[in-house]
């Protein structure tokens, strides 16, 4: 399948500017034209972090289905999770067009969306129209124009404590300016104290404790990452996503469409991603659950996420060039992955090359 989408699918899809190949997208899942991935269920790739359970490592991350219109579409075609979002409290159109830029020949797209969502209510009524018990996180973000940022984010806790099997608190995104500024030390204290707050009054109203994540951006300092670290153990969050696209544009092939404004994504991002979450799992211990984005394209390179540190993985932008097909794709060499490693859990080969990947200067 993947090769018939590559060779075909791709092609056509290509004709269009990439935002109305991501609407056509969307339309297909909506209307069950993309067909559903039977997978064996295999007991090795089944986690259970942060008190959730999890029937493989593979999650569509944020950023796709920005208002929840497809998120049960998206778990049959075989994602064990699905994460909607970035919304924000208010809706906004998000920066000017053309914002999406596709750079096919390093198999990468740069993005300036800006948190372009319908708001909260809107993504709050069609998860309540949900029937199944799928993994849907909720991925909450800050109005551009907002006041009081932090606001925003308590208000994303209060609006879909309901619905969210677990939350992220997007501080990372480069397209909404001095978002970044929230993972500075002070700001980021702040930040934790008021959204962790309202996760547990929410908490002790409904019984039920949600948890939430953190994501973060790969271009931080080492300071940075000790800072984030640092906060992150103090203030007792139930984990981390790492990470967010990137500004750099180091050994891109595109240089016309690299010098596009926005995140970088896809394949491009693979290593200095992956070296970003060796070294926060090195600075925040075992313990703390760790969530993997960025350049994953094969089961090869998921397992190369768990192996630096990442309990599960999140992709997108790699569906761009390899199609629906991919999360199957991938769930179904991760069991052929393990037959070769001859391991009872994918788990036993989680941080076995951290401090390879920690040492990498990407």
């Not at 909506?30 to 359970?53: E, F, H, M, T, Y």
């Not at 990452?225 to 981390?240: C, K, M, P, Q």
């Not at 192996?307 to 790699?318: E, F, H, R, T």
Request: hydrophobic share 40%; with cysteine; charged share 25%.
């Amino acid at each position: 399948m993947i090769d018939l989408f590559k060779h075909a699918a791709r092609k056509g899809l290509f004709l269009f500017d990439p935002e109305t190949a991501h609407g056509m997208s969307i339309a297909a899942l909506k209307a069950g034209a993309v067909p559903a991935c039977r997978i064996a269920p295999d007991p090795r790739l089944r986690q259970s972090i942060a008190g959730l359970d999890f029937v493989n490592p593979i999650g569509m991350a944020a950023g796709y289905d920005k208002n929840a219109e497809v998120p049960e579409a998206l778990l049959k075609i075989g994602f064990g999770f699905t994460e909607i979002g970035t919304v924000t409290p208010k809706p906004q159109s998000g920066n000017p067009r053309p914002r999406i830029f596709r750079l096919v020949e390093d198999e990468g797209v740069i993005n300036r969306l800006g948190f372009n969502n319908e708001g909260h209510d809107a993504a709050f009524a069609r998860l309540s129209a949900v029937r199944g018990n799928g993994m849907i996180g909720v991925n909450i973000g800050a109005n551009k124009d907002s006041e009081d940022r932090i606001g925003d984010y308590v208000l994303g806790i209060r609006r879909f404590y309901s619905v969210a099997r677990y939350f992220t608190a997007n501080i990372s995104s480069p397209n909404t300016p001095g978002l970044r500024d929230l993972q500075a030390r002070e700001s980021l204290a702040a930040l934790l104290s008021a959204v962790l707050s309202a996760r547990d009054a929410e908490a002790a109203k409904s019984g039920r404790k949600i948890p939430v994540f953190l994501k973060i951006a790969p271009d931080l300092t080492e300071e940075g990452l000790d800072d984030i670290a640092a906060e992150a153990l103090s203030h007792a969050l139930d984990g981390l996503i790492v990470s967010n696209t990137t500004l750099s544009r180091d050994g891109l092939r595109d240089q016309r469409q690299a010098k596009e404004a926005g995140g970088l994504s896809g394949k491009p991002l693979f290593d200095k991603s992956t070296a970003v979450l060796a070294k926060i799992r090195r600075r925040v211990g075992g313990a703390m659950p760790i969530i993997g984005v960025g350049g994953v394209s094969s089961a090869e390179t998921a397992l190369e996420k768990i192996k630096a540190g990442a309990d599960l993985v999140q992709l997108y932008s790699c569906m761009v060039y390899e199609g629906p097909g991919l999360p199957g794709t991938i769930v179904r060499g991760l069991s052929k992955l393990l037959d070769r490693e001859q391991v009872k859990s994918i788990r036993d080969l989680r941080d076995s090359r951290t401090d390879h990947w920690a040492t990498r200067n990407v």
